[in-house]
């Protein structure tokens, strides 16, 4: 175990407490806030098609030459993952490729009569799931009827996918490519072969390599790599070889998340191994400050929360510019206002309205072979939320905000000021008039500081946790 954290920072209060006590202070349930309000205070259980549609109408007139992102949910999975909180569907039955495809481009045709004509798509990304489960072929189908376009130039469109490195093919990789696409992620996690099995996520570093240099060769221009801290069997030597290594292929943007382990919703796919297994507080973090450290003294640099890019690739650019923006994709150089979701569960966004398409692939394709959409829930956001929603994106994004002047909510601002107080006697933040900004020290724990303005948290009454913890 170390003794010393880097980024605990040192005031007088801090100076009272040891490091074991400060971490589990904060070591609370809280949203990653990929938005807000973040999905479980959403109003609107019963969302319908028709008001949603009519809520993007709405937001269209408000910007009429925005551009949009399009998110594609392609959920299948040939194996499941144990430490995986994402929708998906496992089987090897890959008959169903083709039916599910049909259905996003009934979808997009459904969407496309609500449009505006000539909408500019500034940025497309295919998750999962799997989206390497898919055929390359039906890949390329799905791309030529949301463009109509053989070729999309990487310059006006920023695209993307995720893949699995086990099932990742040089026919994946060389057709997504002549089509426009330059950014690729693999999910990586560890290379420990004992968390591996832990995880059900067996794949050597030979296997990322092959895919990785393939890459390269090919001409990608930025290939990201996620990591997971807080596995089962992690360690501190082990998992600093697995940084070690990423550090050696050198992809332009690595995601080190923190593992989220929510069995109370995610169910027995999150219980294939003891608790005990797991790294504790202070154990996970130090993996955390380890790894951010080795990143750091390589050349990469700390953007927003869990991502690091080297100085070349745009992302860190457009953070260095605070030009960063965040959504349901995560953090992206595109800061259109609107995100459309296709495919099961996925999440669309208007600014200043959600929905999110039924989580359940037949449930998806039966309403949407009807000629409907498959929304089956949503939000609306009133101005207060709105404004909420600006501060929270730009702490995520920038590590700082400033409360509007000519906001009606003064007594808000006011209520926000008291909760961030021991964040400040903490050392994690500074409040100087109307601007809050967090501390250097303070950037690891943003999750928490954004919670100081989250009205939500604050009214939530029930002892249930809803949110994976914050370190």
Known sequence: ???????IPHSPYFCAMNVKDFIHKYNVPGPRYTSYPTVPFWKKNEFTSSEWLQELAHSFHQYPDASIGIYIHLPFCESLCTF????????????????????VLKEWSIYQKYLPKNIRIS???????????????????LLKGIFQLDQIDPKVCDLSFEAHPNSTSEAHLKSLFDVGFRR????????????QKAIHRIQSLADVTFVHERSKKIGYTSINHDLVYGLPHQHLAGFEQTI??????????????GYAHVPWIKGTGQRGYDEEDLPKEIEKRALYE?????????GYIAI????????????????????????????????TKFLLGLGMSAISDSWSGFAQNDKTVESYQEQINRGELAVFRGHLLNELELEIRSYILDLMCHFETSFLAESKHTDTHDFIREKLRPLVEDGLVTVHGTIVKVTEQGYPFVRNVCMAFDLDLHHYQSTKPIFSATI
């Open 1 to 7: 175990m170390i003794l010393v954290i880097f980024s």
């Open 84 to 103: 995986c909180g994402c929708h998906k569907r496992i089987t090897k039955n890959h008959a169903v490729e083709t039916s599910y495809i049909d259905s």
């Open 123 to 141: 940025e497309l990304h295919f998750g999962g799931g799997t989206p390497t489960f898919f055929h390359p072929t039906e890949l390329l189908r």
């Open 184 to 195: 690729v992620s693999f999910g990586v996690q560890d290379y420990n072969p004992i968390v």
């Open 244 to 257: 070690t290594n990423t550090i050696q292929l050198k992809p332009e943007r690595i995601a080190l998340y």
């Open 290 to 298: 380890m790894a951010c450290e080795k990143l750091i003294a390589n």
């Open 304 to 335: 927003g929360m869990d991502h690091f890019a080297l100085p070349t690739d745009n992302l860190a650019q457009a953070f260095k510019e605070k030009r960063l923006h965040r959504n349901f994709m995560g953090y992206t150089t595109q800061t």
